[in-house]
């Protein structure tokens, strides 16, 4: 079993900053893309960054610039740093993962979400 599992988020003054974590267990034999995504009440999920296993990224334009997606491969972690928070940022965030295990094909796994919230 692969499990994801999302920390650090919480309350922040627009303005300030979190970093969120998640990381990766099971009996895993590689981690390929991994990815933070959010949902906002009433809309739909969102792709906020991406990371390759090789350590490219990617962002969405809203939030390039404030934050910075990394991993470290040997901890099969996750983070986001999210600076410069604004009220638009509040979301429940959510970890991806694209995971091989023994015996099987490389597929996505999600973490159960950590909230963040940004007051106006």
């Known amino acids: 079993q692969v499990q994801l599992v999302e920390s650090g988020g919480g309350l922040v003054q627009p303005g300030g900053s979190l970093r969120l974590s998640c990381a990766a267990s099971?009996?895993?034999?590689?981690?390929?893309?991994m990815a933070w995504y959010r949902q906002a009440p009433e809309k739909q999920r969102e792709l906020v960054a991406v990371i390759t296993s090789d350590g490219r990224t990617n962002y969405a334009d809203s939030v390039k610039g404030r934050f910075t997606i990394s991993r470290d491969n040997v901890k099969n972690t996750m983070y986001l740093q999210m600076n410069s928070l604004k009220p638009e940022d509040t979301a429940v965030y959510y970890c991806n993962g694209r995971i091989s295990r023994y015996g099987e094909m490389p597929r996505d796994y999600w973490g159960q979400g950590t909230q963040v919230t940004v007051p106006s």
């Open positions: 099971g009996r895993i034999i590689s981690i390929y893309n």
